[in-house]
């Protein structure tokens, strides 16, 4: 698998919904990440979004606030789209595994 570990700021406050997987709902948190990286390794920070589908993510869901430094560790995985205009694209995101707020 292709693990990931990123850390950086939460740029807009975490949304929740409940997805429908296998006949069952899963709760779903989703919230944006910027990683400004390593300093002098590149000139623009990377914007991904994050899912996390764990029972606790509803209870850490208030704490996932613009602003708040958190380290994420998870699986990259990407899913293809077409846009209204036809254009087919990509789209980048982090499956969590756990999400850990540093002091």
């Given at each position: 698998m292709n693990?990931?570990?990123?850390?950086?700021?939460?740029?807009?406050?975490?949304?929740?919904?409940?997805?429908?997987?296998?006949?069952?709902?899963?709760?779903?948190?989703?919230?944006?990440?910027?990683?400004?990286?390593?300093?002098?390794?590149?000139n623009e920070p990377m914007f991904i979004e994050v899912h996390f589908m764990q029972e606790v993510a509803m209870h850490i869901f208030p704490y996932l606030i613009k602003g708040k430094k958190v380290d994420?560790?998870?699986?990259?995985?990407?899913?293809?789209?077409?846009?209204?205009?036809?254009?087919?694209?990509?789209?980048f995101f982090i499956n969590a595994d756990y999400v850990i707020f540093p002091q």
């Open positions: 693990h990931i570990t990123i850390n950086g700021t939460i740029v807009k406050d975490a949304t929740k919904a409940l997805v429908n997987n296998v006949g069952t709902e899963t709760p779903v948190v989703t919230f944006t990440l910027m990683d400004s990286g390593v300093p002098y390794q590149k994420v560790f998870g699986h990259l995985s990407f899913k293809n789209y077409t846009t209204k205009n036809g254009i087919s694209k990509q789209k």
